[in-house]
């Protein structure tokens, strides 16, 4: 096998996440001709690893390749840390700051009396120690306990590089279970797919294997059932499972027709260990059951609590009107005094209709009311959404900070843990969440639990619009339970009675489109087109909007490949907006050109940059040398990218209308053809329609458009907290 043997001696990237490198390493021999020019130089070296440090000599394993732009490098598959040999290598070893308290002076006794086999009997025969002059007992139990601690990381990496896990995948697993790491995968290696989320069944499946496990394994089938439970979990939304559906899913994913009594162990122990719940024939796991339970015995909780009953509560809202210069119709002023009486409120209503625009009412009044100054209001109100965007609308809105919920519970991307948790509670007071029908299961049920029983809570959200990511229907399960407060909005402002847009919306929800509405006003355009001309189309639309700034303008489109897709859409806008330019550089991130000034959306989470899932920005500079680096500008806030974490953005000039939840544009081109016919559904359409502000642009074929609005089925999701409330 090809190899470099020799010393670390740089580092010019790290990520402390992934163990990924890029540094500089000098060559003491090797046994490649191609790299015999290296003998006695410096060459960069690219890969994961554990740990690197410059005393100890390493051999890389792996291929020499030319960069594009960096020229030769030396790509790492795998690597091993050369025991120091020899009288001089050992003393070097010792002295070199691993073991506190060993100098030179006792670094030589200790070889003087135990030679080639010093580093041995540190760790096999410690005691022997003491009869080495000037070695103390606090010398000896340095030298062992981190000379064991170095050997053991090491050998646990390689140990799983052995097994068949990557670098980067043992890293991963090492800082996961450390020096239980070994025991864990031997009694179990399936765990791996349970505890680490970057670990994924299908490579432990094949490891465990290729090593030897039955197909019909006890423990594979286990593993197996999570695995899958999870995945449909995440594909469908549903929060419980029947068993027939997953001995058909386990078949499928095994290749193998399980035996009822097999399976029934498996699913049997997997109850036992608290894994899985089975509660009614419906099987759920734990975490998803205990949260809804949880969100429906907090809010029964809420919903007992009496409501507080204010004296003068018209005449100071009309007080707040009067500061605001703003008239509320009856129907707000109503879900405003409502948000003070009650503990539990839901504020629900379509486009137009002021659902952001009565927030500012209902703080107003609840400061006025407390007689807090806004630093203490502050303290005990919470304004959350869950999306960056939608925060900054509300912040916008208001004039007042909101966050996201992920950043307000102090979510540590590290362990994918929140820090204001059960155990460490928010003290504020008071919350109100906007865009509510995006919140998941698992995501409010965490919120419930870093904020105190008594907190008051105010859901504010349109029900018709697309569920949430995540698990879970929970604002249209909160309604349709009964058991909540709810406060409908349905009168327009004026100003929304007059929009076409609104009115297709309305369309929408009633399912009967009035297709007079369309063409009528520059606010509502329908253009006719076949699968072949639609993107031309969109691109005349973008032409017409070259000198408004593109971040106004959005292509929503359902799906991702294809000619018609987003995919192409970016490239074919991408061109009219920001063409190649000397004055811009570029950078090619797998299969994407990047450029400045490129418009692109964030797919993750990021709270240490305060940039979340579905926010947009702008590529403001791209840094090719000494090291890669993009600047991406999110409405002022400047985020750095490095190499490990270029693929948490792509274009953004067509998206998903998923992905565009939360936000709302100036302009959106809306096609609607029959190739995405199996992806349109009621929900979807009517989510893309309320995005845009000024002027909507639906290309394509209205009887797509017309089979969409009907569709009620797509997005179903099976959940339990509606009837817990009911019970």
Known sequence: ??????????????????????????????????????????????????????????????????????????????????????????????????????????????????????????????????????????????????????????????????????????????????????????????????????????????????????????????????????????????????????????????????????????????????????????????????????????????????????????????????????????????????????????????????????MKGIIELYRSLEKLSYEKLLDKVALLAPTGRAAKRMSEETSLPAYTIHRFLKWNKENNRFQVNEYHKSKVEFVIIDESSMVDTLLFSSLLKGISVNTKIILVGDDEQLPSVGAGNLLHDLIDSNTIKIKRLTKLYRQAANSNIIKLAYDIRNESINYDNFNKEEDLTFIDSNEIDVIKEIEEVAETYKDVSYKDLQILVPMYKGINGIDNNNEKIKNIYNPKSKDKKEIVIGDTNFREKDKVIQLTNQPEDNIYNGDIGIIERIVTSPKKEIYIDYDGNLVKYVPSNFNNFRLAYAISIHKSQGSEFDYVILPMIRSYNRMLYKKLVYTAVTRSKKALYLIGSKSSLDLAIKNNTEGLRRTTIKELLMK
């Open 1 to 358: 096998m090809n190899y470099i043997k020799g010393k670390y001696t740089k580092t010019i990237f790290e990520s402390s996440s992934t163990g990924y490198h890029i540094g500089l390493f000098k060559v003491q021999e090797t046994n490649d001709e191609e790299l015999a020019k290296y003998e006695g130089k410096t060459i960069t070296f690219t890969g994961y690893f554990h740990e690197l440090n410059d005393q100890d000599t390493y051999e890389f394993h792996g291929k020499l390749v030319n960069h594009e732009k960096y020229g030769e490098q030396y790509q790492v598959t795998s690597y091993e840390r050369v025991k120091p040999e020899g009288k001089n290598a050992i003393i070097e070893f010792l002295t070199s700051g691993l073991f506190k308290g060993i100098g030179e002076k006792k670094a030589k006794a200790l070889t003087d009396a135990l030679g080639k086999d010093t580093l041995k009997v540190i760790l096999d025969n410690p005691e022997n120690l003491i009869l080495i002059p000037g070695i103390t007992k606090n010398n000896i139990d340095t030298l062992h306990t981190k000379l064991k601690e170095y050997e053991s990381s090491y050998e646990v990496v390689m140990y799983l590089q052995e097994l068949g896990f990557n670098t980067k995948d043992s890293i991963t697993i090492y800082n996961k279970y450390k020096e239980n790491t070994k025991s864990i995968i031997e009694e179990d290696i399936y765990q791996l797919v349970i505890d680490i989320l970057e670990i994924s069944f299908k490579k432990v499946d094949l490891i465990a294997l290729n090593s030897g496990i039955d197909k019909m394994s006890h423990i594979r089938l286990r593993g197996a059932i999570l695995y899958i439970m999870n995945e449909l979990t995440n594909t469908y939304g549903h929060s419980y499972y029947f068993l027939e559906e997953l001995v058909l899913y386990l078949n499928r994913l095994i290749k193998s027709n399980v035996e009822e009594d097999v399976f029934k162990e498996a699913i049997t122990s997997l109850e036992k260990d608290l894994l899985i719940i089975v509660d009614d024939d419906k099987y759920y796991l734990k975490d998803m059951y205990e949260a809804e339970h949880l969100i429906a015995r907090r809010l029964k909780l809420l919903t007992h609590v009496e409501p507080i009953t204010y004296k003068k509560l018209d005449k100071d809202l009309m007080l707040v009107e009067d500061n605001f210069d703003i008239n509320y119709n009856d129907e707000q002023r109503d879900a405003i005094k409502a948000a003070l009486e009650e503990k539990l409120l839901i504020i629900t209503g379509g486009p137009g209709t002021g659902k952001t625009t009565i």
